[in-house]
Structure formats: C-alpha cells, structure tokens
C-alpha cells in the first residue's frame, strides 16, 4: 500500500522545514520504490518546484508518463545519445566534469534554440560525484560563459548531515560558501543554491548561519516517511507499508527445525505462520532469526530462514488464521502509525531504511490510495 495523503503531508512537512526555499523532491529509483509515476504526480500537484531522478532515462520515463514539472537529471548526461534526449526532454543535467559538459553543449548547438539550463555539483567532501573542490571556481565559471549553457544551479551534497555532531558538515557547508562568494566576486550568478538533503533538511535550524544562504532544497528519504537521522526527528507519517497474508500455519514441537539450514529451533511446542513473501520481494535475508513482523496484534519473531518466497513467524497461541494480513513493515490502515516503522525493520536486519524501500520486488503489488 502506498498511501498518497501520507506523501503530500509529508511533502507539507519539507515545506515547513524549508521556510520559504524551493523544494525539490527526489523521485529516483522508483520514488525509493514507491512508483515514480504517480508519486511524481502528487508532488508536483502539492507544489514541488521541482523534482530529482538519478538518470536521464528515469526522467524520461516521467516525461512520456506526462509529468511537465521541471526535472533535474542528478548523474547528468553521460553520452551523446542521453545529451540528446535532455535537450530533447527538456531535462536539466547536473554537471560533474568537462566530458558532460562538452556533451550538453554539443547537444544544445546541435539542437539550438538557445542555452540550455544546468547545474553543477561541487565535491566539498562526499567525494564521490561533482566537480573537485579545487577545480570548482574555473569549472563553474567556464560553464556560466559557455554560450550553449545557462548556468541554473550549483548544489553540494552532504555526507554526514544525519550525524550528531555536525562539525563535518558545517565544513562542507563553509567550503560551498566561499566557493559561491569566489564565483560573485567574478560576476557570476549561481542561479538555484542546494545542499541540503533530508538529514540536512532536518538540521537546518542548528546550522542557522552556517554555508552560504541556500534558496533550495532535496529532500528524498524524508518525504516517504522515513527519519532520515536517529538523532533529529521530522513529523512524517509512513507512505509505504509492506504487508503480506498467513497462508499456511502448523503446529512445531520442541526441537523441531524449522527452515533452510535448521537456523531455527522450536525452544517449545508453538505454532509457526508461513507468510507469502520472501527475499525475492525485498525482505532481507539478515532478517533471519532477527526481524519480526506485526500480526495479530503484537510483533512476532521471524523464525529461520527468510527464503524466496516465504517467511516463516513463531506465532505461539495467538489468534491468527490463514489469510490474515502480517505488517513487514509500516501501517496497519491507510492514515494509521506506523505499527512496525521502517527504520526498526532496517535496524533489525542490519540495513538501512533506504534499501527496504527501494528493494521491494516488482512481483509485489503497489496499491496507490488517497490519489
């Protein structure tokens, strides 16, 4: 179930954290598994100024779907035929080095019909993406005077924003400023100015006064009602919930196994649920003998083996019966509490919230409500 009204109070909740700066609202890899499609689509109706992919080909997607919100294609343009549905698309690419820069503007002269809009990515200490620190300056400005290129935007991103102490932080974010004021000292216009992720997005109040003014932000995690940060909290509802039917149940003695490789044993006579869902439907294999699940009323342990296709619960005498719908993680009802929040079923098999959202399995059917 992907409950839509959660979406857009979630997105009302970025836009409070935000004071007045745009929001951009991260819809890559599937909106975290959500269905980009329709998640698009209530973002940009809730008043997104616009909205991140990871490719050109996600944003594309969203385009032929009929999504007409500005898009920002976040690995940019990496060859000529992904230059050209951009201009095409009329996506904004993110720049990271001279080759896809050299890509864009070939594409823009090939198209014509003036500039085409951009942002550049500064490395200021993720080190992953973006345009090295030292090199930024000259990059940057060469972008702004490049005639097939208009420079719309200059982002950051930060690695450790979800952390208690946000020292490392407040060094990105001082990096970027002086980055920023060296460009206006040129006469250089940074158009939009973004660092400030969901764990960012989070702390934006204790780093009052830190970086450069920021006019935007990211949120991704955040808007899917996740806590992007154990150590600061956002109002969030869950937009997701992983739910999944009893479709078998048995009667197991002390000591009998239960599940591949006897990992489980009976430490008395119970009774195990057997779920319809598996590994090849997203729940992690580290939930073996870990993880629980919410059924009838209370949560109850994951005996052995997550397997492909099924998950076996130690339920003792609880009243359970086949056919009775078992919470992975999330709400019971569409508008409840999360019942098992995300972030405890990613904890208990020793992941991230991130991945049990993204890696839910195609087979899985996603009911969107409250469109």
Do not use: C
């Amino acid at each position: 179930m992907i409950d839509l009204a959660a979406l857009r109070a979630n997105f009302a909740e970025a836009t409070r954290l935000a004071g007045g700066r745009r929001v951009i609202g991260v819809v890559k890899a599937d909106a975290y598994g959500h269905g980009a499609g329709p998640v698009a689509r209530a973002l940009a109706a809730a008043g997104a100024h616009a909205l991140a992919t990871w490719s050109v080909g996600e944003a594309v997607a969203l385009r032929d779907s009929g999504v007409g919100t500005p898009l920002l294609v976040l690995a940019g343009a990496r060859d000529v035929h992904e230059a050209d549905e951009a201009v095409a698309r009329d996506l904004t690419a993110v720049l990271h080095d001279g080759d896809g820069r050299a890509e864009l503007a070939a594409a823009a002269r090939r198209r014509g019909g003036g500039p085409v809009p951009v942002h550049v990515e500064v490395d200021t200490g993720m080190r992953r993406m973006g345009v090295p620190l030292a090199e930024a300056l000259a990059f940057t400005a060469g972008v702004a005077a490049d005639p097939a290129l208009a420079l719309a935007g200059v982002m950051t991103h930060l690695a450790r924003a979800d952390e208690l102490d946000l020292g490392p932080t407040r060094d990105q974010l001082r990096a970027f400023a002086d980055l920023l004021a060296a460009l206006r000292r040129r006469g250089v216009a940074p158009g939009w100015i973004h660092a400030a992720n969901s764990a960012g997005l989070v702390a934006l109040g204790e780093l009052a006064g830190e970086g450069p003014p920021q006019d935007t932000v990211r949120p991704g995690l955040l808007l899917y009602g996740a806590q992007p940060s154990s150590e600061r909290r956002a109002a969030l509802r869950p937009v997701m919930s992983l739910r999944a039917p009893v479709i078998a149940l048995r009667r197991v003695r002390r000591g009998d196994a239960v599940g591949y490789a006897a990992l489980y044993r009976a430490a008395s006579d119970t009774r195990i649920a057997t779920l319809g869902l598996g590994y090849a439907d997203g729940v992690p294999i580290g939930a073996s003998g870990r993880g629980s699940v919410w059924l009838a009323g209370a949560r109850r342990p994951i005996a052995g083996r997550v397997s492909m296709d099924y998950l076996t619960v130690e339920v003792g005498d609880a009243a359970v019966r086949i056919g009775d719908p078992a919470v992975i993680f999330g709400s019971e009802a569409p508008g409840g509490p999360a019942v098992l929040p995300v972030e405890d079923a990613a904890a208990s098999a020793g992941t991230l919230s991130y991945e049990l959202l993204v890696r839910v399995g195609a087979r899985v059917r996603r009911e969107h409500i409250g469109v």
